[in-house]
């Protein structure tokens, strides 16, 4: 085989992996940001605003709304804090707050698939979220496809 090739498909792998882990650690983090907004939701929120707090790992993060689409934390973007997001739309017109805010209504879970800015790459990218609600809380954690 090519070794350009085996060098391409290694790095396809690789990359496999890197999103199977980011979607793993998302899911793990809303779990623990969930479990930590029931025991006290002004703590939890404190730390997930964080930049540097145990509910960042890289490209995953945790960040919360209230049930009405206000953003309550966001430790990579503090200046949407306080605001009401729910008419913004992703880069491509798709009101994926709306779809978050109302799926953890009606389950208590979603994942909800929309394009936004990767704050590492500066580049808008197909992002995953989950989200689970607590309390009044929408708990969410996204990963990059």
Not at 11 to 19: C, E, G, Q, T
Not at 68 to 91: I, S
């Amino acid at each position: 085989m090519n070794r350009s090739i085996a060098a391409a498909m290694v790095l396809l792998a690789l990359a496999n992996v890197a999103v199977a882990d980011d979607k793993e650690d998302a899911g793990r983090m809303v779990g623990e940001a969930v479990a930590a907004v029931n025991k006290d939701k002004a703590a939890a929120l404190a730390e997930i605003g964080k930049p540097d707090g145990r509910f960042v790992m890289g490209e995953v993060y945790v960040f919360a709304y209230d049930l009405e689409g206000t953003m309550l934390a966001h430790p990579v973007n503090p200046k949407l804090v306080g605001k009401n997001l729910l008419g913004v739309p992703d880069a491509e017109g798709r009101l994926f707050r709306k779809e978050i805010i109302e799926g953890v209504k009606a389950s208590g879970v979603v994942r909800v698939a929309y394009k936004y800015k990767n704050p590492k790459s500066g580049v808008i990218e197909d992002k995953i979220s989950l989200c689970k609600k607590a309390a009044d809380v929408a708990v969410c954690a996204g990963y990059y496809k």
